[in-house]
Nanobody
Framework: QVQLVESGGGSVQAGGSLRLSCVAS??????MAWFRQAPGKEREGVAG????????YYNESLKDRFIISLDKVKNTLLLQMNSLKPEDTAMYSC????????????????WGQGTQVTVSS
């Protein structure tokens, strides 16, 4: 198991930006990702990264606005979110897991508690 602690969420107006951070107790996991869940909706994958090779994966609907990155020195997974929209409002969680499909929850064995992002119009 990996301990994951997210931060960086908050309230922002539409068009604004936020950067989420997820500090991991260790970077031994092959896959790390960000997921989000809005009220009344299923959790969905936002972006993932294959840590060994730095290969990035994105939800097609978000790839033009969101950027995932990994700071190996600080054991931190980052998510830069730009041009935020009200529909981006959700609880954002990071996850760590084995090599597999980045957007399937079953790939991941460790989850953070999440950080709330609220975008107002």
């Amino acid at each position: 198991q990996v301990q994951l602690v997210e931060s960086g969420g908050g309230s922002v107006q539409a068009g604004g930006s936020l950067r989420l951070s997820c500090v991991a107790s260790t970077l031994t996991s092959d896959m790390m990702a960000w997921f989000r869940q809005a009220p009344g909706k299923e959790r969905e994958g936002v972006a993932g990264i294959y840590t060994r090779a730095g290969i990035r994966y994105y939800n097609e609907s978000l790839k033009d606005r969101f950027i995932i990155s990994l700071d190996k020195v600080k054991n931190t997974l980052l998510l830069q979110m730009n041009s935020l929209k009200p529909e981006d409002t959700a609880m954002y969680s990071c996850a760590a897991g084995r090599l597999g499909s980045w957007n399937l929850e079953g790939t991941y064995h460790s989850w953070g508690q999440g950080t709330q992002v609220t975008v107002s119009s």
